[in-house]
């Protein structure tokens, strides 16, 4: 008997790569009648000519883990389709990342929309939103941030706030509707970033500790 060929560490992530975007194909043809759930990620596997164990190996998570690699497909594409930000104004380049993002999505609409349903049940809440600051950081990076401070996560966080709303607003309502809202939320935060550029909001702070530094010394 001869020994099974060794797959080198590569070969061996080469075939998971493959493996699981001919899984997801198959999940984005079969999702608007399976829905996506287990069934759904069952029936991807066979077709991708997967056994229950190899499924278990390579989809620990079964549906979840093909909702993130559903969402990583469409970041991809979007960024993709952005190519270089060049000078454009920052409103006017996270609304075209943004957009593009939407876009992204919509060109499996409707194996999305079963997506959307699955992450938004409290269950999977989790991974919709680390799904989409991981969006918002790919966005962000596009559009030239590199902040490493407080601001790295601040803006992560409000373009999270924009994107959920407005991915789903995209699939169920439509690109217009959903285009009118991104541009609303980016001069809401455009205009709080403005007046907020006039607060100095270190210096009460800064007060108190130096309050609270005499009182320990006892020089008050």
């Known amino acids: 008997m001869t020994d099974a060929p060794h797959l080198s560490n590569e070969a061996a992530g080469d ?15 079969l999702a608007p009648t399976l829905g996506w759930s287990a069934r759904m990620v069952r029936a991807a596997c066979a077709e991708a000519g997967l056994s229950q164990g190899d499924q278990d190996l390579l989809l620990p998570n079964g549906a979840r883990d093909l909702a993130a690699l559903l969402s990583r497909r469409h970041d991809a594409r979007a ?36 997506c959307a349903g699955f992450l938004a049940l409290p269950t999977n809440a989790d991974l919709g939103l680390s799904l989409a600051w991981e969006s918002a950081d790919h966005l962000w990076r596009w ?56 607060k100095d909001f270190d210096t009460p702070v800064k007060r108190a500790t130096e309050f609270l530094s005499r009182m320990r010394y006892g020089r008050t």
């Open 143 to 198: 559009a030239g941030d590199t902040a490493t401070d407080w601001n790295h996560y601040s803006k992560r966080t409000i373009l999270s706030g924009i994107l959920i709303p407005a991915l789903t607003m995209r699939w169920f309502e439509g690109r217009e509707r959903a285009e009118a809202f991104v541009r609303a939320r980016i001069e809401n935060v455009m205009a709080f970033e403005k007046w907020k550029a006039g």
């Open 15 to 29: 075939w998971g790569d493959r493996t699981e975007q001919a899984v997801l194909d198959a999940a984005i043809r």
């Open 79 to 114: 960024l993709e389709t952005l190519g270089e930000p060049g000078t454009m104004k920052i409103r006017d380049k996270i609304f075209a990342a943004v957009s593009a993002r939407m876009e992204a999505g919509a060109a499996d609409l409707e194996a999305t929309k079963k």
